[in-house]
């Protein structure tokens, strides 16, 4: 359940973050909510490959995670860089509702149907953008189709546009069965807001999180963005500011990725009202040293969380883990996604929908799974998956488990990747002896860094398609 503000940090929790360090390491690489990233999927992976892995990873008590891709958007927001579909006419999405439901019973032919959905994310988009009718009908038609756990441990969240939300919408929300919610805030700045076509008073979000409160949802996480157009450190300290006095347990805060090359909506983004790299890399900095001075624990990269809050839970037993929702305490779960672009995460396998609309509803429409390239992890990778992950969720790694788990001699293994971290550790990044490796709370905000010294699939080439990782 929601609650006050996070507790205060202990003095040696704080740090101050070297800029001049961060600059250094400074450049683009993956987020790793994958390994191997979705750069190294192939097109040779295809439906036929999806349901053999399904059938798969059929055993008993099993279970599954869903995500709903949703990508349907009232407005565009010029920043944005997902898959979605700009109209204001709700009707648009009974189509794609109906090929849905298509695409369910195409999985689930595969699935043994005592397998318990533990996690449930509808993404987008928009996901809000549906009237209450249409969320009601397609919570029923994966209840149809799958067995939706209702024990109070389920982790059922969607992302919610305050623009497009009420307290009529989070009651119907938790009639549903929903209990975490996902707010896009990025910024409480009126000359910001304007510049990315995304006017959002405080009082909007601010009422849905005092509802969600009063009706009693597990968490609430908030989503902002800095490197926008016309942000400062004293301009983002104020917003900071006011969303630490809304207390939410969760935060999320994205470094901005401007490709107008890629994504034309940011082509109405001035590129000259940017914060130059100085100034973003001073806007991270703080933002680090203010939230763990108001008592969030610094999960890793761009998340923070309250120390009571599940996935600080997580972290410090050890338990956290990494799918294609970011953190999660749930990556034990083979992940199906539904949708398009959706991508789901099944044995050992990744594979994903066409990113069209049009491919999408093509393949559903003629009976098979819109399944358009994905990889199947060798030996190696899986090896690499978990030393990844461990390290982005434990911010550390036990050697000696890592050997006992894969019968392999770390350092003989990885005699390359240590000649790489010589450096991180000169750096202050990294400590480690022979039985474990510690990430230091400056290494923390170079962790993509970290990890890519550990990734044999990425190229210089490839390397330029992901985000700045600060």
Known sequence: MLSSAPRPASPDALFAPDAALLQRYDGAGPRYTSYPPATAFTDHFGPD???????????????????????????????????????????????????????????????????????????????????????????????????????????????????????????????????????????LNLRVQKAINRVQPRELSENLIDEARRLGFRSL????????????????????????DMAPARLSIFNYAHLPERFLPQRRINSADLPDTATRLAIQCMTVTKLTQAGYVHIGMDHFARPDDSLAVAQREGQLQRNFQGYTTHAHCDLIGLGVSAISQVDDTYAQNAAQLEAWQGAIDSGQLATCRGVRLSADDRLRRHVIHRLMCDMRLDIDAIEATFGINVSYYFENVFEKLATFRRDGLIEYDKHSLMVTPMGRLLIRQLAMAFDTRLTAEGRQRFSRIL
């Open 49 to 187: 490959q999806l349901t053999q892995a399904l059938s798969r990873s059929n055993a008993p008590g099993r279970a599954l995670s869903l995500y709903v891709h949703i990508p349907f958007c009232r407005r565009i927001c010029f920043y944005c860089g997902c898959n979605r579909i700009a109209t204001r006419q709700t009707a648009m999405a009974e189509p794609y509702l109906e090929r849905l439901t298509r695409e369910m019973a195409l999985m689930r032919r595969h699935l043994d149907g005592d397998r318990m959905v533990e996690q449930l994310h509808w993404g987008g988009g928009t996901p809000t953008f549906l009237n209450l009718d249409q969320m009601s009908r397609l919570i029923d038609t994966l209840g149809a189709h799958f067995t939706l756990s209702d024990r109070p441990d389920r982790d059922f969240a969607i992302e919610i546009d305050p623009r497009e939300a009420n307290v009529y919408t989070l009651r119907h929300l938790q009639s549903l069965g929903f209990n975490r919610l996902s707010l896009g805030v990025q910024d």
């Open 221 to 244: 996480n908030l989503d902002l963005i800095y490197g926008l157009p016309h942000q400062s450190v004293a301009s983002f300290a104020d917003t900071l500011d006011q969303i630490i």
